[in-house]
C-alpha cells in the first residue's frame, strides 16, 4: 500500500481548528469538506482521462475527459458522509456507492448494516472516504467489499491515520495482492486503550452530527 501524506499548511491549519475540542458541529462539517477537497485533488492525481477534443472560441483545443467508467466514490456510514460533498464538489460525474459499518466501541470489531455497491466493479477506480482510520477493522470490510466485486484500484482518502490501523490495512492489502492509494492529512502516535487515536479529534461521526459540542 502506497501512503501519501499531504503536507500543506492550508492542510495542517485547518486540521488543527478540526481536532479543536470547542470547534463546534457546523463548523467541523466545514472544514471536513474543505480538507477532503484538498486532499481528493492528490488522490486524484492517476485518475484516468483520455484524450478530448473541443471548440475554443478561438479555434481546436485538445484537452481530456475523464474516462469511463466513471470512478466510483464510497463514503463509509456515517462519518465517511461528512466527506462526500468535498470529494464531489472536485469530480461531480464520479458515482456514489454507500457502505454502512459501526464499531463495537466495546469489542472494537466493525459490522455492516448498509451496503449498495455497483455488481460489478471490474475496471472502475474506486475512492473510499472515512475520516478516521484508527484500529483499521471498517476500512478493511469496506475494502474488502470492494475487493469482492472485482476492484483493483482502490484510493483511500482519511483525515486521520494510526499507526496500528496502517498496520492492520497494510498486511490485508498485502494478502489480497490489491494495489491501495491511501491519502491522509496525518499520522498520529497511537491509539488509547478505547481505540480513540491520540490525540486525534474525539468521535469524527459525533463531532460531523451533532451529538457533542
Ligand atoms: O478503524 P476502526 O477502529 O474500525 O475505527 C474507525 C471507524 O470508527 C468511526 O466510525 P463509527 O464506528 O464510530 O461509526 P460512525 O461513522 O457512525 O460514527 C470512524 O468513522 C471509522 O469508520
Ligand atoms: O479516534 C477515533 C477512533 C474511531 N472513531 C472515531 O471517530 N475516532
Ligand atoms: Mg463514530
Redesign the pocket.
Known amino acids: 500500500m502506497d501512503l501519501r501524506v499531504v503536507d500543506h499548511p492550508l492542510v495542517a491549519h485547518k486540521l488543527t481548528v478540526l481536532r479543536d475540542e470547542h470547534t463546534d458541529s457546523p463548523t467541523f462539517r466545514r472544514l471536513t469538506e474543505e480538507l477532503v477537497t484538498l486532499l481528493a485533488y492528490e488522490a486524484t492525481r492517476e485518475v484516468r482521462v483520455t484524450e478530448h477534443s473541443v471548440r475554443t472560441p478561438v479555434g481546436p483545443a485538445t484537452g481530456v475527459a475523464l474516462t469511463r467508467p466513471r470512478p466510483l466514490v464510497v463514503p463509509i456510514l456515517r ?1 465517511g458522509l461528512g466527506m462526500l460533498e468535498g470529494m464531489t464538489r472536485l469530480m461531480p460525474t464520479a458515482e456514489v456507492g454507500f457502505v454502512g459499518l459501526v ?1 463495537d466501541e466495546q469489542t472494537l470489531q466493525a459490522s455492516t448494516y448498509a451496503e449498495r455497491l455497483p455488481d460489478d466493479l471490474s475496471g472502475r477506480q474506486c475512492y473510499v472516504l472515512d ?2 482510520l ?1 484500529t483499521g477493522g471498517t476500512l478493511a470490510a469496506a475494502v474488502q467489499f470492494l475487493v469482492k466485486r472485482g476492484a483493483n484500484h482502490i484510493t483511500c482518502i482519511c483525515l ?1 491515520a ?1 499507526p496500528e490501523g496502517l498496520e492492520a490495512i497494510t498486511a490485508l492489502l498485502d494478502d489480497l495482492h490489491v494495489p491501495c492509494l491511501l491519502v491522509v492529512a496525518a499520522v498520529d502516535e497511537r ?1 488509547n486503550e478505547f ?3 491520540v490525540p ?7 463531532r460531523l452530527y451533532g451529538v457533542v459540542g
Open positions: 462519518a464499531r475520516p478516521m484508527a486521520l494510526a491509539l481505540g480513540y487515536i486525534g479529534l474525539g468521535d469524527a461521526g459525533d
